[in-house]
């Protein structure tokens, strides 16, 4: 698992019960809900109260490498992928998310494996075949977006998600993943992932067809 999504993923599992969680920044204490913050010189993330939030609520705050998170998860109706699009990844398991990194111009994907979140870059033709079958991708923030594809289920799904709601995904994965293929509790804890993000956007109106 790549480091800062190690540290995240232990922060989210080790914070005692009962005990209040402090801005990163400015050592306020922060709600149980709040927004983080992202260095994408080192990919780390923060825990940011709502004053903080606004300091870096525009690109060139902070010198230009921290930028907050600050969108909603968002289903993608009607996304096209079939699998020789998915075999072009070389993602071995059905599901993984995908982050585009502004620096660079490159995207990465990550997906579960028995020692951890594996990380892999995806080759540029292949993530621009699937933009061009789904426009609403270049709308994707870069850094702070990422495109999450579920394909464990009998049909193919599709979200834009905050950066932090992958990492909840990961700290989940880590906290509940036995063996080799993960055991039932891990897949049951997915399940249940997807069923809020579900439940979220027939509640928020998530679902997106315009873009």
Same mark, same amino acid.
């Given at each position: 698992m790549p480091s800062t999504l190690r540290e995240f993923a232990h922060r989210r599992t080790r914070t005692p019960t009962g005990s /209040?969680?402090?801005?990163?920044?400015?050592s306020d204490e922060l709600a149980d809900q709040h927004r983080h913050v992202l260095n994408t010189e080192t990919g780390a993330l923060s825990c940011a109260c709502p004053a903080c939030g606004v300091l870096f609520? !525009? !690109?060139? +705050? *902070?010198?230009?490498?921290?930028?907050?998170? =600050?969108?909603?998860? =968002?289903?993608?109706?009607?996304?096209?992928?079939?699998?020789?699009?998915w075999a072009s990844f070389g993602i071995p398991v059905g599901l993984a998310f995908f982050v585009h990194r502004d620096a660079d111009d490159r995207v990465t994907a990550f997906y579960p494996n028995p020692v951890g979140t594996m990380r892999s870059d995806v080759d540029a033709d292949s993530w621009r075949r699937l933009?061009? +079958?789904n426009p609403r991708l270049s709308a994707m923030d870069s850094d702070v977006e /990422?495109?999450?594809?579920?394909?464990?289920?009998?049909?193919?799904? /599709?979200w834009l998600l905050p950066l932090?709601?992958?990492? =909840?995904?990961?700290?989940?994965?880590?906290?509940?993943?036995?063996?080799?293929? *993960?055991?039932?509790?891990?897949?049951r804890q997915v399940d249940e992932y997807f069923a809020r993000l579900r439940e979220g956007g027939s509640r928020g109106g998530t679902h997106d067809r315009s873009r």
């Open positions: /209040a969680q402090r801005c990163d920044l400015c609520d !525009h !690109h060139a +705050a *902070g010198g230009g490498h921290y930028r907050l998170i =600050r969108s909603r998860p =968002r289903l993608l109706a009607e996304f096209e992928l079939d699998d020789v699009q933009v061009a +079958a /990422a495109l999450l594809i579920d394909r464990l289920h009998d049909v193919t799904s /599709a932090d709601e992958c990492y =909840r995904l990961v700290a989940l994965l880590r906290t509940h993943w036995r063996g080799f293929s *993960g055991g039932s509790e891990v897949w």
